[in-house]
């Protein structure tokens, strides 16, 4: 059935007709879609990948700065002194990094959260610190303010290894370069990587001892890191003064009244971050889901260099995402130089609405979901429902559960689950690749994902490309030059079970970008300023994209669940989706056992805005806005700010009264970081008087 429909499909409309979504619903070499076998089949086959839009604000908004993720090993944690943990409930969806900000305290370091909701994580904490949520962006504008204005910064750092002194042209934003002064045409060279001509004309900066302009040479430390000037009549500033520019207007009352974060607060904050150092910033998710959440990284970014609180030990930023690090791209995912395309979710909204994919006529009408599942954990459910999948004319899932999606699948095929089958897993948030053995045979009629692949790919001509050896598959997936590097080789990790990344000491944690100073940038440098952003996504939504306006970081309020959003009035409370320990997003979710523990859906809220409502514990309530709506059980709460409630993710469709909390959220996506926001929700609670679904 799969092999008519897939050729069926490419007859009619072509190999990019035949789609795939990816998911992180497992990070395996011979199964996840993330950089797995199912993206090498896609790519073979020549069709089309759905990148899903999801959890990626944050690391757009670290990349744009520093060229990579700069975040060392969760176990570095422990070499920091000061620790902020921003909107992560690490107690409860980051267990496994808790305990180094556990032995971390142990050793004297000061824990500070901040998190709009009194956590679990916070009540561990030395200092919980609410927030409104949505202004992360101005809380680091308004403390990175402090930190100049107050004489705290690290210039040596600042001048060695961010374009702080780098000098900035008035006239086009761009850096001043030696060709500018001289007028010749600039010497240049192709980046291999991205095909992108880079200019090598050396940076001109401002001498501090002679006052005058330079050549930016390798190790020159004597520049100057803050003034306008005037240079062969080009009019420059520092790209320090350029951020300094930024924050300005960040003053800590303007700050308060944006962030509801007390003025003397964010002062000590801000101090802290400075002088009580190293300085970690922990943070997952609970930022990203946001309009801005790329914003409240670059802002936080900005921070973290203008007080050296980056690429040392006890410098955390972020957390690290290590999948992948350990494969050989082009001959993985591209078999002989075959390769999918990539668009996005919202790509696929406007192709069910317009027939249109980036303003182009196309054709999405076959689809293969593997490792995620669409209608649960994607934005605007009923917009899924009510335009994407009719416009498909087959739709397979392979999933290990009884998914939303699966309910809305023409074929379903049963996977193996991981303790069914052998693979080799690329970890998250860890420095280690690990194997795992298969502790029993399958069950039912349930097959191996890259069983499943072998099949098809038999059938559809590209079975070349998935040998039935699964170690050579693997074999095929590893980077020759990183195995070179750690030692890694395949009987190796099957022997010992993991193998560790490592970059600087394999007996210590990474620190894993910046930690010689440069930076994988077009400066070398970390660029709080940059002159040439790019949207993270070439998109629909990226057409949009403004790029003089995300030079610097800024402030933007969220795009619905803020009080001077349109709807403001008639959907006053924000709508959040808080990770448990008793789900993976919708993994887990019909476990009996755990649902002895969490018998079912619930909404949490602040008990003023539950008086105003005249709703009780236990009440049965509707959670709606315009686009749809869900019914769960009530539970008043003084964790929760007025304003905010929250209900746990993860929740498959049916076990709810009524609805489905994707139906209340929207695939409204910023052209910059072109992220889904989970959490950017405004919706209106009230009792329900309907009945039971």
């Given at each position: 059935m799969v092999v008519e429909n897939f050729e069926a499909t490419k007859e009619k409309y072509g190999s990019r007709a035949i789609a795939y979504t990816e998911g992180s619903g497992n990070y395996g070499t011979l199964t996840s879609s993330h950089f797995g076998a199912t993206s090498r089949f896609f790519g073979a086959l020549e069709g089309t990948t759905i990148s899903n839009t999801l959890d990626v604000a944050q690391s757009y908004g670290l990349t744009r700065v520093f060229g990579g993720m700069p975040n060392n090993d969760p176990a570095d944690l422990?070499?920091?002194?000061?620790?902020?943990?921003?909107?992560?409930?690490?107690?409860?969806?980051?267990?496994?990094?808790?305990?180094?900000?556990?032995?971390?305290?142990?050793?004297?370091?000061?824990?500070?959260?901040?998190?709009?909701?009194?956590?679990?994580?916070?009540?561990?904490?030395?200092?919980?610190?609410?927030?409104?949520?949505g202004s992360d962006p101005a809380m680091f504008l308004a403390m990175t303010r402090v930190v100049l204005d107050e004489g705290l910064q690290d210039d040596a750092y600042l001048r060695r290894s961010t374009v702080a002194p780098l000098l900035v042209r008035e006239d086009d934003g761009q850096f001043l370069r030696a060709n500018d002064l001289t007028g010749e045409e600039p010497t240049t060279h192709v980046n291999p990587a991205t095909g992108q001509e880079v200019n090598d004309e050396p940076f001109i900066v401002w001498s501090?001892?002679?006052?005058?302009?330079?050549?930016?040479?390798?190790?020159?430390?004597?520049?100057?890191?803050?003034?306008?000037?005037?240079?062969?009549?080009?009019?420059?500033?520092?790209?320090?003064?350029?951020?300094?520019?930024?924050?300005?207007?960040?003053?800590?009352?303007?700050?308060?009244?944006?962030?509801?974060?007390?003025?003397?607060?964010?002062?000590?904050?801000?101090?802290?971050?400075?002088?009580?150092?190293?300085?970690s910033f922990y943070h997952c998710m609970g930022i990203d889901h946001w309009d801005n959440g790329h914003l409240s990284t670059f802002a936080e970014s900005a921070l973290a260099c203008v007080t050296g609180n980056v690429g040392r030990p006890g410098s955390q930023l972020g957390f690290k995402w290590y999948f992948a690090e350990n494969l050989d791209f082009p001959r993985w995912?591209?078999?002989?130089?075959?390769?999918?395309?990539?668009?996005?979710?919202?790509?696929?909204?406007?192709?069910?609405?317009?027939?249109?994919?980036?303003?182009?006529?196309?054709?999405?009408?076959?689809?293969?979901?593997s490792g995620c599942n669409p209608l649960g954990a994607f934005c605007d459910r009923n917009q899924w429902l009510d335009k994407v999948?009719?416009?498909?004319?087959?739709?397979?899932?392979?999933?290990?559960?009884?998914?939303?999606?699966?309910?809305?699948?023409?074929?379903?095929?049963?996977?193996?689950?991981?303790?069914?089958?052998?693979?080799?897993?690329?970890?998250?948030?860890?420095?280690?690749?690990?194997?795992?053995?298969?502790?029993?045979?399958?069950?039912?009629?349930?097959?191996?994902?890259?069983?499943?692949?072998?099949?098809?790919?038999?059938?559809?001509?590209?079975?070349?490309?998935?040998?039935?050896?699964?170690?050579?598959?693997?074999?095929?997936?590893?980077?020759?030059?990183?195995?070179?590097?750690?030692?890694?080789?395949?009987?190796?990790?099957?022997?010992?079970?993991?193998?560790?990344?490592?970059?600087?000491?394999?007996?210590?944690?990474?620190?894993?970008?910046?930690?010689?100073?440069?930076?994988?940038?077009?400066?070398?440098?970390?660029?709080?300023?940059?002159?040439n952003p790019r949207p993270r996504a070439q998109s629909g939504t990226s057409l949009r994209f403004d790029p003089v306006s995300e030079r610097l970081p800024f402030f933007s309020p969220p795009v619905e669940a803020w009080p001077t959003s349109p709807v403001h009035d008639k959907y006053p409370l924000a709508f959040f989706q808080e990770h448990t320990r008793w789900r993976v997003h919708t993994q887990y979710a019909e476990v009996p056992m755990l649902r002895e523990l969490d018998p079912g859906p619930t909404v949490r809220m602040n008990p003023t805005d539950a008086a105003n409502r005249s709703i009780e514990t236990g009440d049965t309530v509707e959670i709606f806005n315009d686009r749809g709506h869900v019914v769960v059980t009530a539970i008043v709460s003084d964790a929760l700010p007025e304003g905010m409630v929250s209900l746990p993710k993860g929740w498959l469709g049916h076990q709810h009264i009524a609805g489905a909390p994707?139906?209340?959220?929207?695939?409204?996506?910023?052209?910059?970081?072109?992220?889904?926001?989970?959490?950017?929700?405004?919706?209106?609670?009230r009792h329900w008087e309907g009945e039971q679904a």
């Open positions: 422990v070499n920091a002194k000061t620790i902020f943990i921003v909107g992560s409930n690490m107690t409860e969806a980051q267990i496994h990094t808790w305990h180094f900000v556990a032995d971390a305290k142990d050793k004297g370091a000061k824990v500070i959260v901040i998190d709009p909701v009194y956590t679990p994580t916070a009540s561990k904490a030395d200092q919980w610190v609410r927030i409104r949520s501090d001892s002679e006052d005058r302009a330079v050549e930016l040479t390798e190790g020159f430390m004597d520049t100057r890191l803050r003034g306008s000037f005037e240079v062969n009549g080009i009019k420059v500033r520092t790209g320090l003064d350029m951020l300094w520019g930024a924050v300005d207007e960040w003053t800590l009352d303007k700050a308060e009244e944006f962030t509801t974060i007390p003025a003397e607060t964010l002062h000590e904050l801000a101090v802290t971050c400075a002088t009580e150092t190293p300085t995912l591209m078999p002989d130089g075959h390769a999918a395309r990539t668009i996005y979710t919202d790509d696929m909204f406007e192709v069910a609405n317009k027939g249109t994919i980036q303003e182009k006529p196309d054709a999405i009408k076959a689809l293969y979901v999948l009719p416009m498909l004319d087959f739709i397979v899932t392979v999933d290990i559960y009884n998914s939303d999606t699966v309910e809305y699948s023409d074929l379903v095929l049963p996977a193996a689950h991981w303790f069914e089958r052998q693979d080799l897993q690329f970890g998250n948030n860890h420095p280690f690749i690990m194997w795992g053995d298969k502790a029993v045979e399958p069950l039912g009629e349930s097959k191996p994902d890259i069983e499943i692949l072998r099949m098809l790919a038999a059938r559809l001509g590209i079975k070349e490309y998935f040998p039935d050896s699964d170690d050579e598959i693997i074999k095929t997936a590893i980077n020759d030059s990183w195995a070179e590097r750690i030692g890694f080789t395949l009987d190796r990790v099957k022997e010992e079970g993991a193998v560790k990344v490592w970059y600087q000491d394999p007996d210590k944690p990474n620190v894993c970008l910046g930690f010689d100073g440069t930076f994988p940038t077009p400066t070398g440098r970390a660029e709080f300023y940059n002159p994707s139906e209340l959220t929207h695939m409204r996506l910023n052209p910059a970081s072109v992220n889904q926001s989970f959490f950017d929700v405004a919706v209106e609670i």
